[in-house]
């Protein structure tokens, strides 16, 4: 059995928006054959016309990863300047009307419209998805298996979504409880190798309910198109960095535990049901609340929990060249995720004698801001 290889590959997806008014704005005519003359097949609709996506190539390192989210997020940027537009990286738009907003022409969006019905109209959601590149099938589903512990950390990392329709929802994902009405979704199960995945998998494929495994939309899945175990669980960053930072703990973490398993040990594959909690706790409370721990059976801070992730894998982002990415992870502790930071603004903004859509506009203009650290002017 070769070694994985750990390569890297990040998806984002982002809503395109009005540099003035702050709404939602649909992809102009032209915009997404102009972002592919530079970009080839690393930018692609999605479901909802505000919606746009772009993907890395196989990176090697995460060094690799942040210069091609650089070129991506730059060149949606610019062309998107050029209309008037502008694109933000927040997985829902903190007061945009779902009603109004429609969805994209295509075979594909048009049956999945179809088959999810109401369910489907809602998916004004964006997300960052990263995938680690493991050739051996049977491994990616033992590593899956044991992966499933840490989903709720990186939720809770990168809560982005704290507002729906111009309320406070009081999560810092709402993004979840949108996505999570759809069929397919949430934790992934227990498998004990690649063949009981393909088996399950197939049953849906030969009773013609999906037409592949691309309609399996768990937090954690092995990807249908390429060798990689693709973490979904992550709702879109505004910073590049913090993006980095959560694909870097990805990539560590899959390293870590096929180290441990080089070495005849492995994670403790806890109850669904529990993991399951501590996936609703970092859904609800983000970087200010707490995780079980579930072997010594209590409530950890965030900020311990992430030093936790750290020791567990400085070893590994040694090995991936990644260790001031993986350690930028305490900056977003210590300064808040997305969601903790568009509050901030929300009530700075209020109490300086805004209005509430004043106030929302104001968490709109700092998610532009906040879009293009990182990128050359």
Known sequence: ???PAFTLGIEEE????????FEPANVPPGMLDACKERLGGRVSPEFKTCQIEVGTGICATIADARAELIELRTCIRDIAGESGLTPIATSCHPFADWKQIGQSDGDRYTDLADAMGHVARRMVTCGCHVHVGIGDDDMRIDLMN?????????LALSGSSPYWEGVDTGLASYRLSVFDNMPRSGLPPKFTDWSEYQRSVDVL????????????????????????LEARICDVMPRMEDALSLAAACQALMRMLWRLKKRNQRWRIY?????????????????????????QRALLPISD???????????????LVSGPEL????????????????????????????TEDEALRSVVESLISEFSQGLPR
């Open 305 to 319: 929990a992430v030093e936790e992730l750290i020791d567990l894998t400085s070893e590994d982002a040694s090995a």
């Open 327 to 354: 350690a930028h992870l305490r900056d977003i502790v210590l300064g808040g995720a997305s969601s903790d930071r568009q509050r901030a603004v929300f009530r700075a903004t209020r109490d300086a004698g805004a």
């Open 146 to 154: 044991q992966f499933a512990y840490f989903l709720p950390h990186l």
């Open 271 to 295: 109850d669904r049901f529990l993991v399951g909690e501590n996936r609703w706790r970092a859904q609800r409370y983000g970087t200010s609340g707490t995780l079980i721990d579930l072997g």
């Open 1 to 3: 059995m070769d070694d």
């Open 205 to 228: 494929i030969e009773t013609e309910i999906i037409e592949d495994a691309s309609k399996i939309w768990w937090d954690l899945r092995p990807s249908s198109r390429f060798p990689t």
């Open 14 to 21: 982002y809503i395109l928006v009005d540099l003035k008014s």
